[in-house]
């Protein structure tokens, strides 16, 4: 898998996006030039558009569209993912995504530490912060006390209490990208951008039935 470096080498620009976290982050990274970043509070649907506009750039002059595909808000990444399709369909070119935990984790590079985000169900995601990052997995909340020191991303939503131990680290891409420009196993191409899941959902089987009147 490409490092960000070889991807700026071999694509730039890249228009990347980000939606993830309760701040939408969408940048334009060009080879030997400064990242221009735009950011926004606005929800998904709204917040990329108004980010790329405030960049004042053109989508399809990109000549890769990154994306994170989660952990992280499913609506935002969704989101995130149906924009790079219809900018994809209107102009073929290379699509790549990558794990914001993952990310997050090797800019930390702390051995003996895991990133988490809320995964539902009384249990969370988590990656190893190492370099490379561990792979991501998850972690019900019971078995929280056996992960470490346990940091998660500001901005990430949680329905499940936080643990009492964990920590919150910037999840700033402007500053975490650079720390990892150089790592080759964060991003992956894709022909299909979505959201990620850890297995595909599960569905009752139903079986249907006749009513009839109750007996008298």
């Not at 509070?41 to 000549?63: H, K, M, N, Q, Y």
């Not at 800019?107 to 539902?120: M, Q």
């Not at 019900?140 to 920590?167: C, I, K, Q, Y």
């Not at 999840?171 to 790592?183: E, G, H, I, T």
Request: charged share 20%.
């Amino acid at each position: 898998m490409p490092s960000l470096r070889q991807l700026l080498a071999a694509h730039a620009p890249l228009l990347l996006i980000d939606a993830a976290s309760a701040r939408i982050q969408v940048g334009w990274l060009a080879k030997d030039e400064p990242a221009r970043w735009a950011n926004s509070t606005d929800e998904a649907g709204v917040g990329i558009f108004r980010s790329v506009e405030a960049l004042g750039i053109d989508p399809g002059a990109a000549g890769a569209l990154v994306f994170c595909d989660g952990p992280g808000s499913v609506l935002g990444v969704r989101t995130a993912a149906m924009a790079l399709r219809v900018w994809h369909e209107l102009r073929p070119r290379p699509l790549f995504a990558y794990h914001s935990l993952a990310v997050v984790a090797a800019a930390l590079n702390r051995p003996g530490t895991t990133v988490i985000a809320d995964a539902r169900r009384d249990s969370w995601h988590g990656v190893a912060a190492t370099v490379p990052p561990g792979p991501l997995r998850r972690i019900a909340s019971a078995d929280l006390g056996t992960a470490g020191e346990l940091v998660m991303p500001e901005g990430f939503r949680h329905w499940t209490p936080l643990p009492a131990n964990v920590t919150l680290t910037p999840y700033s891409l402007a500053d975490v990208l650079p720390r990892v420009a150089d790592q080759p196993d964060l991003f992956r191409a894709t022909d299909a951008p979505d959201a990620f899941l850890h297995e595909e959902p599960s569905y009752a089987k139903w079986t249907p039935q006749l009513h009839r009147a109750p007996a008298p």
